[in-house]
């Protein structure tokens, strides 16, 4: 069985940044692609980026291009999204997930709470 | 970026009702569209994929139907268990978009 274990909740500054980072087990890491979906307090879903490990293939939405970062290391089959230039609208619930070829998600991590407040 | 529509935003309904949920794409998408169940401080979890095609593990009483630019996820008989909230999603072009959610309350 495929899990995604997601590291710890962040309090973060304005204009700081934040590296949250998810372990994959039970499964092939490197075949799939690794998603990151924030979710806002109260709010939808919203896609942030993914990548494909085996080819350290990048893609980011648009709004974030040039303040979001996302790598893996296959030796520990982990994925990492850090986010710059930190304000009050990124406090959101963070997943990691794992993109089946057709583009849905069939695996989610538990989430991760990222709060930005000064 | 394609925009995806649910309908309606929330929801009032009973054990034992039929509820459908509706989701329309702002262009044609083929049959690249999948549905989650969401409850609260949990992740997604997902139902439907390619429009029709129950994930392993779902209860049978969850359906999806439609194509291209308009779509419909069905639950025949409610449980207790699906008063949650359902999002879809479009995975024909990145980005890969999600609807505003479906709150489906009880009555």
């Known amino acids: 069985q495929v899990q995604l274990v997601q590291s710890g909740a962040e309090v973060k500054k304005p204009g700081s940044s934040v590296k949250v980072s998810c372990t994959a087990s039970g499964g092939t890491f490197n075949n799939y692609a690794i998603a990151w979906v924030r979710q806002a307090p109260g709010q939808g879903l919203e896609w942030m980026g993914g990548?494909?490990?085996?080819?350290?293939?990048?893609n980011y939405a648009q709004k974030f291009q040039g303040r979001l970062t996302i790598t893996t290391d296959e030796s520990t089959s982990t994925a990492y999204m850090e986010l710059s230039s930190l304000r009050s609208e990124d406090t959101a619930m963070y997943f990691c997930a794992r993109e089946n070829q057709s583009g849905f998600i069939d695996y989610w991590g538990q989430g991760t709470v990222v709060t930005v407040s000064s | 970026d394609i925009q995806m529509t649910q309908s309606p935003s929330s929801l009032s309904a009973s054990v034992g009702d039929r509820v459908t949920i509706s989701c329309r794409a702002s262009q044609r998408i083929s049959s690249y569209l999948n549905w989650y169940q969401q409850k609260p401080g949990t992740a997604p979890k997902l139902l439907i994929y390619?429009?029709?095609s129950l994930q392993s593990g779902v209860p049978s009483r969850f359906s999806g139907s439609g194509s291209e630019t308009d779509f419909t996820l069905t639950i025949s008989s409610l449980q207790p268990e699906d008063f949650a909230t359902y999002y879809c999603?479009?995975?024909?072009?990145?980005?890969?978009?999600f609807g505003q959610g479906t709150r489906l309350e009880i009555k």
């Open positions: 390619a429009a029709s």
């Open positions: 990548i494909i490990p085996f080819f350290e293939t990048t």
């Open positions: 999603q479009q995975s024909y072009s990145t980005p890969p978009t």
